[in-house]
């Protein structure tokens, strides 16, 4: 990680998910509105989108999250609407504490398209009268992992909604592995873990109704989705965001020291976060796997079983970075670090 993202004060998820204004002391307000030259970093994922202002000498003065929304939701009109709300919600939050400058986000499902990254500067620079030159976009990923490592350096495996492994090499091209999205993989993502445990639990009520009752997993999901009948699950995992229906993967790691079916799956989703880990280093060589992301933090066994089943010349280390930091604070200068 470079020396100018160093020194980034990580916060835990859980404090984030107590409030969604910033976690500073409101007097950093007044402060926030005399500086001029704010950068706003944007960390947007189908679940939560974080954010975090900096002021041009590198510090964090105010952060905090919105719901989340990707950048596939500006190709459809009901799409854009969905994501103007979010980002009213982003612009309220975030003008308590000052006006931007510049911008710089990461954002899911961002693949680079003129016509889509148009918008979307539009979108974001409606807010605070900014410019679309402003505004500096790329997919959530490589936000990530600029905030790991220097190109070239290692392999990011990122598990949040979904999953990827990832590698920038000395040139700054993106390499992948995974990320397909949840119809076709996303193996060891929130959604995958979700949709797991639900058909378990259903071709379990296929071939003993009632079985639910003796299953804490299914006792948890149940009432998290919020009903035991087919009704009620079916709402949830077929007109819900993808965000949405991930965020069950908490009810199933909740579940894991007393189920050996939940456990399973949360095993089963560190054995396929090695995957892509193993692919990129097939393909380019032995180098260093940061694992980041939401999905790590839901139990220890994912982890855990993910590095039991890299090879044993293979380094990994768990990352707690918060890459809407890194984003304001590349944003809050852009001289100091070309993106």
Not at 34 to 46: F, P, R, T, V
Not at 115 to 126: H, S, V
Request: proline share 3%.
């Amino acid at each position: 990680m470079s020396a100018f993202l160093a020194g980034v004060t990580a916060i835990t998820d859980e404090k984030q998910e107590m409030t969604s204004v910033s976690t500073l002391h409101p007097s950093i307000s007044a402060i926030a509105k005399a500086n001029s030259k704010l950068g706003l970093g944007i960390d947007a994922g189908g679940t939560q989108t974080r954010w975090a202002l900096a002021n041009d000498a590198g510090q964090i003065i105010a952060d905090g999250f919105v719901n989340g929304f990707t950048a596939l939701q500006a190709g459809t009109l009901a799409g854009r609407l969905g994501l103007s709300e979010v980002l009213q919600e982003l612009a309220n939050a975030v003008s308590k504490y000052g006006t931007p400058a510049k911008v710089r986000a990461g954002l899911t499902g961002y693949g680079g398209q003129a016509e889509t990254a148009d918008e979307l500067r539009k979108l974001l620079a409606q807010p605070w009268n900014l410019l679309p030159q402003d505004i500096v976009l790329s997919n959530d990923i490589e936000l990530a992992y600029q905030d790991n490592f220097f190109p070239g350096e290692g392999y990011l495996v990122y598990s949040g909604t979904g999953s990827i492994a990832a590698y920038i090499d000395i040139e700054g091209n993106f390499h992948r592995a995974g990320g397909h999205g949840g119809v076709l993989d996303d193996a060891g993502g929130g959604f995958w873990i979700a949709r797991e445990a639900l058909r378990h639990i259903w071709r379990q009520e296929d071939e003993t109704p009632g079985s639910w009752h003796k299953s804490t997993m299914a006792q948890k999901v149940f009432e998290y989705v919020g009903g035991t009948d087919w009704s009620s699950s079916r709402e949830f995992i077929y007109s819900g965001t993808r965000g949405q229906v991930g965020m069950l993967a908490l009810a199933v790691a909740a579940a894991a020291d007393t189920d050996k079916v939940a456990y399973g799956i949360l095993k089963d989703a560190g054995r396929e976060l090695a995957r892509l880990a193993i692919a990129l280093c097939g393909r380019y060589g032995i180098r260093p796997v940061v694992l980041a992301g939401r999905v790590q933090e839901l139990h220890p066994v994912i982890a855990q079983t993910m590095h039991a089943a890299l090879p044993a010349d293979y380094s990994l280390r768990q990352s707690s970075s918060q890459p809407h930091f890194a984003a304001a604070r590349i944003a809050s200068d852009f001289g100091k670090q070309k993106t």
